[in-house]
Nanobody, 124 residues
Framework: VQLQASGGGSVQAGGSLRLSCAASGGTFSSYFMGWFRQGPGNEREFVAAIKRDSRNRYHAHSVRGRFTISRDNSKNALYLRMDSLRPEDTAVYYC??????????????????WGQGTLVTVSS
């Protein structure tokens, strides 16, 4: 499957953005999906993940209550709604697909396919 992330941009602290990830070339509904981010000088870190049928969603503690992951299998699309953005949210955001669910879904090496990333910059 090929993944294309979009929707990044520059916003002021407290603002909102919605990231999208378009999937093609595979059966999107069969993948466990996630969002990760990588800030300057940092390792790639888990942001959120969602099961195939959207029944279970997982968010990192640092974004819980501010970010919401969702998916639309009919559109082969994954989303990340980001509210109350903070300067520390500045990073390149990546969508990723895993062929199976693992309990350690917050590890990047559990994912098989990655999008190219979209940059989010939050200014104070």
């Amino acid at each position: 499957v090929q993944l294309q992330a979009s929707g990044g941009g520059s916003v002021q602290a407290g603002g909102s953005l919605r990231l999208s990830c378009a999937a093609s070339g595979g059966t999107f509904s069969s993948y466990f999906m996630g969002w990760f981010r990588q800030g300057p000088g940092n390792e790639r870190e888990f942001v959120a993940a969602i099961k195939r049928d959207s029944r279970n969603r997982y968010h990192a503690h640092s974004v819980r209550g501010r970010f919401t992951i969702s998916r639309d299998n009919s559109k082969n699309a994954l989303y990340l709604r980001m509210d109350s953005l903070r300067p520390e949210d500045t990073a390149v955001y990546y969508c990723a697909a895993a062929t199976a669910y693992y309990s350690d879904y917050d590890r990047p090496n559990r994912y098989d396919y990655w999008g190219q990333g979209t940059l989010v910059t939050v200014s104070s």
